[in-house]
């Protein structure tokens, strides 16, 4: 059975600092993973989507890793500004037929002005 | 173009009560999901619709919960009777069938408070 783990569960920054999250996941079969935002009382955003085949993909201030081998992903966050505070998820799809996604438990991410 | 919605954004029912939330997937999106995120836990899948059929439901809890997609457009999420530990968000997320790499668009989320 899939497990995501991610670390930190909580994350204080100021303004302008270099941040990586990350995601660890127990099966190393899995199709794609997603990093997706979530501010309060809103769904979610879906920031980037890394192929199991791919090592990093990169969007804006945003660059997230996999590795598959060993079970691990990184959300990088450049310069990071106030507007970046939210929850981030990553997200496992598996091999095969299914497409039912496992979701980590997050990290809240504040950054200060 | 418009993304998933979700009705209602928010209910609060008694405990035993009936509950009907919607969700309206993206235009031309075959694939539809359901996952809720249940106090302090992570999001878990429940099921998953390809057009008017369900492909996966091996998330689905109880009998007390009924999915449908009738005409493959919008779905609908019964929970009949409804009980406390079903409180929660409901996260609807829908999928193009066509081309790598089915990415998930999520909605907002239905908040169910059973009181």
């Known amino acids: 059975k899939q497990e995501v783990t991610q670390i930190p569960a909580a994350l204080s920054v100021p303004e302008g600092e270099n941040l990586v999250l990350n995601c660890s996941f127990t099966?190393?079969?899995?199709?794609?993973l997603q990093w997706f935002r979530q501010d309060p009382g809103k769904g979610l955003t879906s920031l980037l989507l890394?192929?199991?085949?791919?090592r990093e993909q990169t969007s804006g201030r945003l660059n997230a890793s996999l590795d598959k081998s060993s079970g691990r992903s990184t959300l990088y966050i450049a310069a990071s500004q106030p507007g970046d505070s939210a929850t981030y998820l990553c997200?496992?799809?598996?091999?095969?037929?299914?497409?039912?996604?496992?979701f980590g438990s997050g990290t809240r991410l504040q950054v200060q002005p | 173009e418009a993304g998933v919605t979700q009705f209602p954004s928010h209910s609060v029912i008694e405990k035993g009560q009936t509950v009907t939330l919607r969700c309206d997937p993206i235009?031309?999106?075959?694939?539809l999901y359901w996952y809720r995120r249940v106090m302090g836990k992570e999001i878990k899948f429940l099921l998953h619709?390809?057009?008017?059929?369900?492909?996966?439901e091996s998330g689905m809890p109880n009998n007390r919960f009924l999915a449908e997609r009738t005409g493959g457009t919008y779905s609908t999420l019964k929970v009949q009777p409804a009980e406390l530990e079903d409180s929660g968000v409901y996260f609807c997320?829908?999928?193009?069938?066509?081309?790598?790499?089915?990415?998930?668009?999520f909605g907002p989320g239905t908040r169910l408070t059973v009181t």
């Open positions: 235009s031309g999106h075959d694939n």
């Open positions: 997200a496992v799809r598996p091999r095969g037929g299914r497409r039912a996604l496992t």
């Open positions: 890394i192929q199991s085949s791919q």
């Open positions: 099966d190393s079969a899995i199709y794609n």
């Open positions: 997320a829908s999928s193009q069938d066509a081309g790598a790499p089915y990415e998930q668009y």
């Open positions: 619709f390809v057009k008017e059929s369900k492909q996966d």
